[in-house]
Nanobody
Framework: QVQPVESGGGLVQAGGSLRLSCAVS????????MGWYRQAPGKQREMVAT???????IIANSVKGRFTISRDNAKNTVYLQMNSLKPEDTAVYYCHVDRISYGGGTPLFNQWGQGTQVTVSS
């Protein structure tokens, strides 16, 4: 099944670092923009960072200077390097892919991963 699968979440102390990964498996021809979103308890899901196939990025102001998004097109994988983590970064982090062209026929649009929990203790 072609879908994004996240890994790398966990529990970390404030000031620490984590690296999230999101891989899309299958016979993939092309993936357009990929990104990371997060949702804290009682809050709406918000964009954290996005990256185009060509490497152009958009980073939320709340994480700018601390988080970095990157991708490996050959591995169909997007990464989120999170440094200087704060308790307010605690959330479920979701990978999003806007369009996947693959060997199964019709492209898939607006695909979400299952989410990975990131908890930052103070």
């Amino acid at each position: 099944q072609v879908q994004p699968v996240e890994s790398g979440g966990g529990l970390v102390q404030a000031g620490g670092s984590l690296r999230l990964s999101c891989a899309v498996s299958g016979v993939i021809f092309n993936i357009n923009a990929m990104g990371w979103y997060r949702q804290a308890p009682g809050k709406q899901r918000e964009m954290v960072a996005t990256i185009t196939r060509g490497g152009s990025t958009i980073i939320a102001n709340s994480v700018k200077g601390r988080f970095t998004i990157s991708r490996d097109n050959a591995k169909n994988t997007v990464y989120l390097q999170m440094n200087s983590l704060k308790p307010e970064d605690t959330a479920v982090y979701y990978c999003h892919v806007d369009r996947i062209s693959y060997g199964g026929g019709t492209p898939l649009f607006n695909q979400w991963g299952q989410g990975t929990q990131v908890t930052v203790s103070s």
